[in-house]
């Protein structure tokens, strides 16, 4: 086991320090200065080091710099009798794991070595996980493994596609998948987002134009297709285009060619048009606002991204993933959730799908106050969510915490909305998921009936399983094995 270093030119910290800890069997190595700690860090290393703020020879700001450096997964403690909050700041803006102000507690501090410990072996876990390929995309969940599927059978395919899905669902993620192992995978991937731009200037984004074509067009530039030749153009938010633009873009779809605005020679187009709408596409053509022969051209091959909320289950395999990409990028220790937190999380609905939760992730990393996150460390959207059990007033029946199953097939007679009416839900998508020709029908309901019931229950025991097994009439046995088969524990 790796011993605990302890940094002080305070005689009598070291030694209270050392014999705490030697009586908790912990091996300790104690050093009086930064020159010594350096030195003998060329040959070795500590599982957790506490350093003093303020020693004569080196500054233990310092020091955790030049420690982190070198080893930036390694918890450092930093101990100071001077508690102003620039030297807070200046700690936890070093990575350090935690700030102790002297005088402290033994037995806190004692604690607070122990937690840091525990990190440190955590935290060469996840370098091991780190060391392979990060992942395109995540998803345990069916309807994510329905998307791999198809991504997989298009990959030796050049078809235009269709992605549809919520906004914050990963579309252009699924795109660029879609790019990337597609036989066009080494060209250029180029995005545009057509309700981002005025109308005004989106026809120039898309075709280019030549000198002089308008006021202020004092150079010919090449439009978002010239751009894209041999690869993929995605067009993001499709259904916002202007009709116009899409009589345009039909004829490109069409022939193959387009002119830049103010040009008069045609450009060929050798480009893979991938759409993305959150909008119902067929409404607008209804509406009259999107062009029928545009929506048939586009909709060759067409992607449903589930929004999270259907796909629960892969929130905390997705929470750990943001946890720790946001603390690589902030420089930090990453963030755990306790199990009550992550019940919370799992009960949510996310508006903003996995944004939303991406988002989340990276604000808990800068503002909860210790390593474990705890539910009530979660940000006032969640914690302000109502609960069924909140919401249950006089006159009201609670709203279903379960994730409700969406359903494009035929409506079933109304159950009234009473107590069976999520029974008449579960029906209609098992007729989707039949008239589909999906595998496993009867796994991929009973898991997600399943996730539903514990998640819920977690949720409403604060993450206590014992409490949720005797709820729902299991045992204890039984709701953690369910837990590890569903993948719901991170």
Request: a negative charge; glycine letters at 8%; hydrophobic letters at 40%.
């Given at each position: 086991?790796?011993?605990?270093?302890?940094?002080?030119?305070?005689?009598?910290?070291?030694?209270?320090?050392?014999?705490?800890?030697?009586?908790?069997?912990?091996?300790?190595?104690?050093?009086?200065?930064?020159?010594?700690?350096?030195?003998?860090?060329?040959?070795?290393?500590?599982?957790?080091?506490?350093?003093?703020?303020?020693?004569?020879?080196?500054?233990?700001?310092?020091?955790?710099?030049?420690?982190?450096?070198?080893?930036?997964?390694?918890?450092?403690?930093?101990?100071?009798?001077?508690?102003?909050?620039?030297?807070?700041?200046?700690?936890?803006?070093?990575?350090?794991?935690?700030?102790?102000?002297?005088?402290?507690?033994?037995?806190?501090?004692?604690?607070?070595?122990?937690?840091?410990?525990?990190?440190?072996?955590?935290?060469?876990?996840?370098?091991?996980?780190?060391?392979?390929?990060?992942?395109?995309?995540?998803?345990?969940?069916?309807?994510?493994?329905?998307?791999?599927?198809?991504?997989?059978?298009?990959?030796?395919?050049?078809?235009?596609?269709?992605?549809?899905?919520?906004?914050?669902?990963?579309?252009?993620?699924?795109?660029?998948?879609?790019?990337?192992?597609s036989p066009r995978g080494e060209g250029p991937f180029v995005a545009i987002n057509t309700a981002a731009i005025p109308k005004d200037l989106l026809e120039s984004e898309l075709f280019g134009h030549e000198r002089g074509a308008f006021t202020g067009a004092q150079a010919t530039r090449r439009?978002?297709?010239?751009?894209?030749?041999?690869?993929?153009?995605?067009?993001?938010?499709?259904?916002?285009?202007?009709?116009?633009?899409?009589?345009?873009?039909?004829?490109?779809?069409?022939?193959?060619?387009?002119?830049?605005?103010?040009?008069?020679?045609?450009?060929?187009?050798?480009?893979?048009?991938?759409?993305?709408?959150?909008?119902?596409?067929?409404?607008?053509?209804?509406?009259?606002?999107?062009?029928?022969?545009?929506?048939?051209?586009?909709?060759?091959?067409?992607?449903?991204?589930?929004?999270?909320?259907?796909?629960?289950?892969?929130?905390?395999?997705?929470?750990?993933?943001?946890?720790?990409?946001?603390?690589?990028?902030?420089?930090?220790?990453?963030?755990?959730?306790?199990?009550?937190?992550?019940?919370?999380?799992?009960?949510?609905?996310?508006?903003?799908?996995?944004?939303?939760?991406?988002?989340?992730?990276?604000?808990?990393?800068?503002?909860?106050?210790?390593?474990?996150?705890?539910?009530?460390?979660?940000?006032?959207?969640?914690?302000?969510?109502?609960?069924?059990?909140?919401?249950?007033?006089?006159?009201?029946?609670?709203?279903?915490?379960?994730?409700?199953?969406?359903?494009?097939?035929?409506?079933?007679?109304?159950?009234?909305?009473?107590?069976?009416?999520?029974?008449?839900?579960?029906?209609?998508?098992?007729?989707?998921?039949?008239?589909?020709?999906?595998p496993e029908v009867w796994d991929q309901l009973c898991r997600r009936f399943e996730a539903s019931l514990i998640m819920t229950a977690l949720d409403m025991t604060r993450g206590?399983?014992?409490?949720?097994?005797?709820?729902?009439?299991?045992?204890?046995?039984?709701?953690?094995?369910?837990?590890?088969?569903?993948?719901?524990?991170?």
């Open positions: 086991m790796k011993s605990i270093w302890i940094v002080d030119d305070d005689h009598s910290i070291r030694f209270v320090l050392e014999k705490a800890l030697t009586r908790e069997g912990l091996p300790v190595r104690c050093f009086s200065n930064t020159r010594e700690l350096l030195a003998a860090l060329e040959e070795d290393s500590p599982q957790v080091l506490v350093s003093d703020i303020r020693m004569p020879g080196g500054s233990g700001l310092d020091l955790l710099a030049k420690v982190k450096e070198k080893h930036p997964g390694l918890p450092v403690i930093i101990m100071t009798a001077y508690s102003d909050l620039d030297s807070a700041v200046s700690a936890f803006q070093g990575g350090a794991f935690e700030y102790l102000p002297k005088p402290f507690d033994l037995s806190r501090a004692v604690e607070l070595i122990r937690r840091a410990q525990e990190e440190s072996l955590r935290e060469a876990a996840v370098e091991q996980e780190s060391a392979a390929q990060l992942p395109e995309m995540l998803g345990q969940a069916p309807a994510m493994q329905d998307v791999f599927r198809a991504i997989g059978r298009l990959s030796q395919s050049n078809v235009t596609v269709l992605i549809t899905g919520e906004s914050g669902s990963g579309k252009e993620l699924v795109a660029r998948a879609l790019h990337k192992h439009g978002r297709f010239e751009q894209a030749e041999g690869g993929t153009l995605f067009l993001d938010e499709i259904g916002d285009m202007p009709l116009d633009l899409q009589t345009r873009l039909l004829r490109v779809l069409s022939d193959g060619q387009y002119y830049r605005v103010g040009g008069h020679s045609p450009l060929r187009s050798n480009v893979r048009v991938i759409a993305a709408t959150h909008q119902n596409l067929e409404e607008r053509v209804r509406q009259g606002a999107f062009r029928e022969d545009l929506f048939h051209r586009l909709n060759v091959i067409r992607l449903r991204l589930p929004p999270l909320r259907e796909r629960r289950e892969d929130v905390p395999v997705l929470a750990r993933f943001f946890l720790q990409r946001s603390a690589t990028e902030l420089g930090v220790e990453p963030k755990r959730l306790s199990e009550a937190a992550l019940a919370s999380l799992c009960a949510f609905d996310f508006p903003g799908n996995v944004r939303q939760l991406e988002n989340i992730c990276h604000w808990l990393s800068v503002m909860a106050p210790s390593q474990q996150v705890e539910a009530k460390d979660l940000p006032q959207e969640l914690l302000q969510a109502e609960r069924p059990a909140e919401q249950a007033v006089a006159g009201e029946a609670p709203a279903p915490a379960a994730p409700s199953f969406v359903s494009s097939g035929p409506a079933l007679p109304s159950f009234g909305g009473g107590p069976d009416a999520w029974v008449a839900e579960m029906a209609r998508e098992a007729r989707r998921l039949l008239a589909a020709g999906e206590r399983r014992i409490e949720a097994a005797q709820k729902l009439g299991i045992g204890r046995n039984t709701i953690t094995r369910k837990i590890q088969e569903l993948g719901l524990d991170v």
